[in-house]
């Protein structure tokens, strides 16, 4: 083992590491030091004056060229001597990084080297003085325990009592005398830092804190842009965010936020995984119904299983309450001359429909003000249909939407147009049945309702399976399969009559049976809609992804679980999604996956129980293959990857006795989406630690259709018997923040674990390879890049000269897009940092330490840099100016030629939208017919969405460019660097 050692003066600083050699070549040692540069070798000594600064990670160009095998967490390099020499480091672990990095910057920082460990957190230890001596009623310097308890709660530790009660006993010291059972200053001190101090957190302030205590207004900005994404942050901003979560009065007044204040803020609602701007209604909502997603129950009145359990009111305001928007009743003959509703043909207990209805009316906008759909399923005489009809009409009022379709439209009316309105779902007479008096109301004959006609094939899908299954609750699987059997016999080929009154409720959402898609696409209406079963769905979603996706473009559909899930199991409601459809029914009764996704997905736009679908599942020209493993036409793949550093305060399992107290926890990650994007993965488990687990654990997830895909933490107690489930939280990927972020944990049954939290970091790339899992590099897959900016043959003259003329344009965006990505990446490489940001800080602070003339100039918003050069100017300095000359020059190329371009691809969007209207006529005009025909098709859509994405694309670089040019400027002026500007 080497041991490396520092002196400065008469300090000294020693400590171990193994690692790997480089020199000029690869020497690998079983303890080592990396070397980048020829001049360091094993028996150098490195003066701490000579020391220029600290890295972490793979942020030198040796690390770039040799270290990719190693964690950048565990990775650090030492910038030494005027000619900024490197010392490339790998630790054992990333804790053991940490000591070193601290260590090394508190010999490097002259003012902090010189303070005493007291003198370095006396704001925090200040601040603990003034609440303990508060708490000290009686002023003899000691607090009991209940006051202990009292006040860490007070001070927002949020930690529970009895871990507050378990570090009290352990701080107890003076067991025998007269202080037992009572703590001082000082043992209230080391217990309050020992539970709230967590060390990943105060690693990462060390990153931006130049007092290595707390972090400045200034330092706060700098993390919020570089590790939280964000963009654009004001300096008041900042002192806000400061005055909020920072607990000292001092911090507060200085505008210092400590350790814990930071600790705070990251607990914080901002800081949480989910982007806090999606709790609230963020969406457009004046889109047609068919584009969104809407969150529906199935057999919504059950409250166990579909067999024997009991049939409740309550499940119906609990499902509305939940943001729920679709609930079913099962209507059937009561006694009374009242329907009842209960699963036809079973032990299932019955309740009154009118209570329902009563119930639908006061809390179906109880939690959303958007509208609530009742799917009926109508197994009543005509007299009862009328008393349907009449509690429907009597007790709703003018809740009930009952205007006509309107012939002259195409599309349903939005979410926001619906407001307060309930819609119902049902079978419709023809028009002309409808036009009789209500005297004379003797219905007319419809097909038997959908769920029970489907079920027979169904049935026979799960007749060829070779062994039933037994459900949780001792109901075997055979069970299911022969009353879906006697269901299905009951009503296959049935027709039942359908009462005038009834009928005309039914509007804006009527059921039809489906034949096929191409019927669909030729005759059916916006207002018609289908329900299939989940395996249907999934044969349709197999083999017809984009025909499925077109349908549900303009109708709706309805998804319901297999008649054989007697134990009201649930189906993955992502096939579904995939594929655009919008009412996925599931057993709201039933905790697990399939229902954590459900309520992952619409947490989101304010829990209003509508989630706009992704704009490629409901643009009019669109061609999606949703099972292809390559890229999807229009989309971008995203490199995904997240670290799981840590966990805090991980309840014991519910029911598991057997280990007492102590868990073992472990992180499952997983990614539901399109069928190649799915993966899950785990990280080790931690021993006897539910407190403050840590794992740092990093995943790399490769994703072709991010906007649709769900992502889905879940804990578990490992365990020999069977792993136990601890909390889960799922999310949209598209709903997710960057940077270092929390999770609320939630239980079985969706409730919220309070404190309950993991800690991660999450960061995106664009991939433009779909062949290797890993970080795509700048550059990357260029060849591919301006394959996917061609347009492809429509074989139609008129029609390809509208994207002819705009390939040039195509093209022109990837090279800019190239050339400010090769730009940006040259000039991070020269001084060695990960952004932009980091490189001019330490561009600025080199040219001033050199005395060298370089200055910045603006006019009409594009910076360029000049500078004097003498035979004195160093070469790294010159090396960095070139290369930020070259990014700003990119720059100026993106911003004088962005607009032009975007205005010509703009424009052919808008003609290629003319065309689509006649788009039949002219390629029948071209002779193209069967496959030819459909090739042109897709062809059509290809173009469209290439030329949509890229203008998106060339708008996104405009606007990254510009960002970058004011951190350039802001950069320059917060060091004194001359920055000239045009009048």
């Not at 993390?223 to 911090?251: A, S």
């Not at 296959?492 to 005309?504: D, E, Q």
């Not at 018997?721 to 997710?736: A, K, L, N």
């Not at 290797?772 to 043959?793: C, D, V, Y």
Request: net charge negative.
């Amino acid at each position: 083992m080497y041991v490396c050692l520092f002196v400065c003066d008469s300090v000294c600083f020693s400590a171990s590491l193994s690692c790997c050699l480089f020199a000029r070549r690869i020497l690998v040692m079983e303890f080592a030091i990396i070397h980048a540069t020829e001049q360091c070798f094993l028996s150098t000594l490195v003066a701490i004056t000579s020391v220029k600064e600290i890295r972490r990670g793979h942020n030198t160009a040796s690390f770039r060229k040799h270290g990719k095998s190693f964690e950048p967490d565990r990775s650090f390099s030492i910038i030494y001597g005027d000619e900024y020499g490197s010392l490339d480091l790998v630790a054992d672990s990333e804790d053991e990084a940490n000591i070193w990095i601290e260590g090394l910057l508190c010999l490097t920082d002259e003012n902090y080297a010189h303070q005493s460990v007291a003198n370095k957190q006396q704001m925090r230890d200040r601040w603990l003085k003034v609440t303990f001596e508060e708490a000290d009623k009686s002023g003899d310097g000691m607090l009991d325990e209940s006051e202990i308890i009292e006040l860490c709660q007070k001070i927002n530790i949020g930690l529970s009592a009895s871990r507050i009660k378990q570090k009290f006993r352990e701080h107890d010291t003076d067991r025998a005398g007269t202080s037992r059972g009572r703590l001082d200053l000082d043992e209230f001190s080391s217990l309050f830092k020992e539970l709230s101090t967590r060390a990943e957190i105060y690693h990462l302030l060390m990153r931006y804190s130049t007092s290595r205590d707390f972090l400045t207004a200034k330092e706060l900005k700098y993390f919020l842009e570089l590790e939280q994404g964000m963009r654009n942050v004001e300096k008041q901003h900042c002192e806000e965010l400061i005055r909020t979560y920072e607990p000292t009065p001092e911090g507060r007044e200085q505008l210092k936020l400590s350790v814990d204040g930071f600790t705070q803020m990251l607990l914080g609602r901002e800081s949480m995984l989910m982007n806090p701007k999606h709790r609230d209604v963020f969406q457009d909502m004046t889109q047609p119904l068919s584009h969104y997603y809407i969150a529906s129950s199935h057999n919504t009145y059950l409250a166990e299983d579909q067999l024997k359990g009991p049939s409740s009111v309550e499940m119906y305001i609990r499902a509305l309450r939940r943001g729920c928007r679709c609930v079913e009743l099962d209507c059937w003959d009561g006694s009374n001359n009242e329907p009842d509703v209960y699963h036809g043909h079973t032990w299932t207990s019955r309740i009154l429909f009118k209570d329902i209805i009563v119930a639908v009316k006061e809390h179906s906008f109880a939690t959303s003000e958007y509208p609530v759909i009742l799917s009926l399923e109508n197994h009543c005489s005509i007299p009862m249909q009328r008393v349907m009809a009449k509690h429907l009409t009597e007790i709703l009022g003018d809740m009930l939407y009952t205007t006509p379709p309107d012939p002259e439209s195409r599309y349903l009316p939005s979410p926001e147009e619906l407001k307060g309105k309930i819609l119902v779902k049902g079978k419709k007479l023809r028009a002309e049945l409808e036009r009789v008096d209500e005297g004379e109301d003797d219905g007319g004959d419809v097909s038997d309702e959908d769920e029970a006609a489907d079920m027979d094939e169904e049935v026979k899908a799960k007749s060829r399976s070779p062994t039933p299954r037994q459900s949780s609750n001792g109901t075997d699987e055979a069970d299911g399969q022969a009353h879906s059997r006697r269901r299905s016999a009951a009503h296959k080929g049935k027709k039942i009559k359908l009462a005038v009154s009834l009928s005309r409720l039914v509007t804006l959402v009527q059921s039809v049976h489906f034949k096929n898609f191409q019927e669909s696409s030729e005759s059916g209406k916006y207002f018609q809609m289908s329900s299939f079963t989940e395996s249907a769905m999934g044969r349709m979603s197999a083999s017809s992804s984009a025909e499925y996706i077109q349908y549900n473009k303009r109708q709706l559909s309805r998804i319901y679980p297999a008649g054989s899930r007697v134990n009201s199991s649930n189906y993955n409601p992502q096939t579904a999604w995939n594929t655009g459809c919008q009412i996925v029914a599931l057993n709201y009764q039933t905790d697990g996956l399939e229902m954590d996704l459900n309520q992952g997905r619409f947490q989101i736009n304010g829990k209003t129980g509508y989630v706009l679908k992704p704009e490629i599942l409901r643009t009019e020209v669109s061609h999606v293959e949703v099972n292809s493993k390559n890229t999807i036409s229009g989309l971008t793949p995203q490199l995904m990857t997240i670290k799981v550093i840590s966990g805090q305060q991980l309840p014991k399992p519910p029911g598991s006795g057997a280990k007492g107290e102590v868990i073992d926890p472990f992180v499952a990650v997983e990614i539901h989406g399109v069928p190649y994007d799915c993966a899950n993965e785990k990280t080790s488990t931690v021993k006897n630690n539910g407190f403050n687990p840590v794992w740092n654990k990093t995943f790399r997830f490769l994703m072709r259709f991010p906007d649709v895909a769900m992502i889905r933490f879940s804990v578990l107690d490992d365990d020999f018997v069977g792993d136990d489930f601890i909390g889960q939280y799922s999310v949209p990927v598209s709903s997710i923040q960057p940077g270092y972020r929390h999770i609320q944990l939630y239980s079985k049954a969706g409730e919220l674990l309070s404190n309950s939290t993991l800690f991660v970091h999450v960061s995106f790339d664009q991939a433009y390879s779909l062949k290797k899992k890993l970080i795509f590099e700048h550059g990357s897959g260029s060849r591919t890049r301006r394959k996917l900016a061609t347009p492809k043959k429509i074989k139609a003259p008129d029609v390809d000269r509208i994207f002819q003329n705009v390939a040039d344009g195509l093209q022109s965006v990837v090279e800019l897009k190239l050339r400010i990505e090769t730009a940006t990446e040259d000039f991070k490489m020269s001084c060695d940092k990960a952004n932009v940001l980091q490189a001019m800080k330490l561009f600025v602070t080199r040219v001033k330490a050199s005395n060298s003339e370089v200055s910045l100039a603006k006019v009409n918003d594009v910076l360029s840099v000049t500078y004097k050069k003498s035979e004195s100017f160093p070469d790294s300095i010159e090396k960095m100016v070139v290369s930020l000359q070259r990014l700003l020059e990119a720059s100026q190329a993106v911003i004088s030629q962005a607009d032009g371009i975007i205005g010509r691809l703009s424009g052919a969007y808008g003609a290629g939208q003319e065309t689509f209207l006649d788009l039949d006529q002219q390629l029948a005009q071209a002779r193209l017919k069967g496959r030819r025909l459909t090739q042109s098709h897709e062809a059509f859509a290809w173009n469209m969405q290439v030329v949509r994405s890229h203008t998106d694309l060339l708008k996104a670089t405009k606007d990254q460019v510009l960002y970058m040019q004011r951190q350039i400027e802001d950069v320059a002026n917060d060091h004194e660097m001359p920055v000239g500007y045009n009048v």
